[in-house]
Nanobody
Framework: QVTLVESGGDSVRTGESLTLACEGGSYVSFGYVSVGWFRQAPGKEREGVAVIDSGGAPNYAVSVKDRFTISRDNAKNTLYLKMNNLKSEDTGMYYC???????????????WGQGTQVTVSS
């Protein structure tokens, strides 16, 4: 199965910032498809964090709205998630995905990344 490649996960303190990146490689062009970031915390189900639907509109989970920004660089074929003012509840494995994303709660992506760990501590 083709996978996307994430990077940028780290262990940080509460209030700090991180930017995650996801490379599409030669398999998928991020500029023309739906894309998104999802996360899974220990003991919890995977949840949608931020997505850009097929119409190009970004949508954010309520818990990250005004703190996280999803964007894509079409020239680099890279998807980003800028995370500001990180909180302990943001801790989890973050995955990028592409194609087949209708919304934060309705998705069957054709492509997934392997995940990058974000740990936020006080």
């Amino acid at each position: 199965q083709v996978t996307l490649v994430e990077s940028g996960g780290d262990s940080v303190r509460t209030g700090e910032s991180l930017t995650l990146a996801c490379e599409g490689g030669s398999y998928v062009s991020f500029g023309y498809v739906s894309v998104g970031w999802f996360r899974q915390a220990p003991g919890k189900e995977r949840e949608g964090v931020a997505v850009i639907d097929s119409g190009g509109a970004p949508n954010y989970a309520v818990s990250v709205k005004d703190r996280f920004t999803i964007s894509r660089d079409n020239a680099k074929n890279t998807l980003y998630l800028k995370m500001n003012n990180l909180k302990s509840e943001d801790t989890g494995m973050y995955y990028c995905a592409a194609v087949g994303i209708d919304s934060l709660r309705s998705y069957k992506p054709h492509f997934w990344g392997q995940g990058t760990q974000v740990t936020v501590s006080s």
